[in-house]
């Protein structure tokens, strides 16, 4: 037994037509069983029921067993003063908050065996999706109505973390806005690399030496400890003189060069070219997020990551690393894409929600289902089980659903699990 299973019977009013009696034997009924709380403190918010008739009306919190509000250590916690009704699956001990004893009403003779073996079997199966076998019973409609809510919940979710971050950030925008964006330049093989490289150097070093590329271009590749080896180039030979003064003008401190990985990296993805991408893109708009909040469409989004980060990159992915392939200096339309639906789109939306600013928001969601969706192992499974995967706010959805819902068993929270424990539905023997 899962807490979620008893949040999903109480929440879908499963047993609330069968006539309800409390540990003590007084009779219960539900008037309303509160709003789902997903958020610290009880289970249910503003429910009201009727004991022995009285109405009484304050939250519900739920338990596998009576017991768990003492091992949670609600008895003491003001958060849970208002509960007017503990609903446990097992009653193994009479539990009180202060000098009133709680309510209690014991679920696990009130709910059908059918339903719990509908749950068992989901909990039980090995395939990264349970409900695998019923899921070509689930129409269309549910499927996509469920994808949407995993995009905006997804939103929402960044939007969170976003907050948590501008808090530490002294909520400055423009400065969280750049390190989000190199974090998503290189491969995450490098992203904690180059999170080490932006922490070193700041947006107030960024400004004192955005005008001028070489200028940029010497402060983060010495910084970054990628000008430690020894080349014969002109152009490195350069940006090692302008860094030598560079760190004692600004008392740096710099990375191994080790931090960065190679190993088995397509050469569009060499963190010295990033590195380099990045330092032109900061040259060309030292304030970003200012661009990303005064456009007015996508196509004026992907002008401002149209940058060249000079000549020497048009053939080199590295000092002293030519490559045969030509014209990798520039961001190419999949790396944009991707800033786009992991930075820009995100910061839009947070920015819309704290300036309650709607037509932010909701142009987030404009332009994230105007983009193509993402091609990955989760979005072609997805598409495997006939869900529409046809732009990047649904392939959004999907990677929501999979890793915050799938992966974690949580089908009661689901609404194609609902659909199957609510129901009855015959497998069906398939391969994907």
Excluded at 42 to 67: C, M, R, T, Y
Excluded at 90 to 97: L, M, S, Y
Aim: proline share 3%; net charge neutral; charged share 20%.
């Amino acid at each position: 037994m899962r807490e979620d299973l008893i949040q999903f019977i109480w929440r879908s009013k499963t047993v609330l037509d069968k006539p309800l009696y409390l540990s003590n034997g007084l009779p219960v009924s539900v008037i309303n069983p509160g709003l789902f709380n997903t958020n610290q403190g009880p289970d249910f918010l503003f429910a009201k029921i009727q004991i022995d008739g009285i109405i009484w009306n304050g939250h519900v919190e739920i338990h596998i067993k009576s017991s768990d509000w003492l091992a949670h250590q609600h008895d003491n916690d003001p958060n849970y003063q208002n509960i007017i009704l503990h609903i446990v699956w097992i009653h193994d001990k009479e539990v009180q908050f202060k000098d009133r004893v709680l309510p209690c009403l014991e679920l696990k003779n009130y709910v059908d065996q059918e339903l719990l073996d509908r749950y068992e079997n989901l909990m039980n199966q090995s395939h990264a999706i349970a409900c695998h076998s019923f899921i070509d019973g689930i129409s269309a409609q549910l499927k996509s109505i469920q994808i949407e809510r995993m995009m905006v919940e997804r939103l929402e979710q960044k939007t969170e973390n976003i907050n948590v971050d501008l808090l530490q950030n002294q909520w400055d925008w423009e400065d969280l806005f750049y390190k989000k964006l190199a974090h998503y330049m290189v491969a995450p093989v490098n992203s904690g690399a180059m999170d080490s490289l932006t922490s070193k150097i700041s947006r107030q070093l960024v400004l004192k030496n955005s005008s001028d590329l070489i200028e940029l271009q010497s402060l983060f590749f010495g910084v970054s400890g990628l000008l430690s080896d020894p080349c014969q180039d002109a152009y490195f030979k350069m940006l090692c003189r302008n860094f030598t003064h560079q760190q004692l003008k600004f008392d740096l401190q710099t990375m191994d060069a080790f931090q960065w990985k190679l190993l088995r990296l397509r050469p569009a993805h060499f963190p010295s070219l990033r590195i380099a991408q990045l330092t032109a893109l900061l040259y060309k708009m030292p304030h970003l997020f200012s661009q990303v909040v005064e456009a007015r469409d996508l196509k004026s989004i992907y002008l401002i990551f149209d940058v060249s980060p000079g000549i020497y990159w048009q053939d080199h992915v590295g000092f002293s690393k030519r490559s045969k392939y030509r014209n990798l200096a520039a961001i190419g339309k999949q790396t944009k894409e991707i800033l786009i639906i992991n930075v820009v789109i995100p910061f839009l939306f947070a920015y819309g929600r704290v300036q309650q600013k709607p037509a932010f928001c909701q142009q987030a969601l404009d332009w994230m289902q105007s983009l193509k969706a993402e091609k990955n192992n989760i979005v072609y499974m997805w598409k495997s089980f006939n869900f529409a995967m046809d732009h990047a706010g649904q392939s959004q959805g999907g990677i929501q659903l999979y890793r915050c819902y799938c992966m974690e068993k949580k089908c009661s929270s689901c609404l194609i699990g609902n659909e199957i424990l609510n129901h009855p539905m015959k497998h069906v023997h398939r391969s994907c």
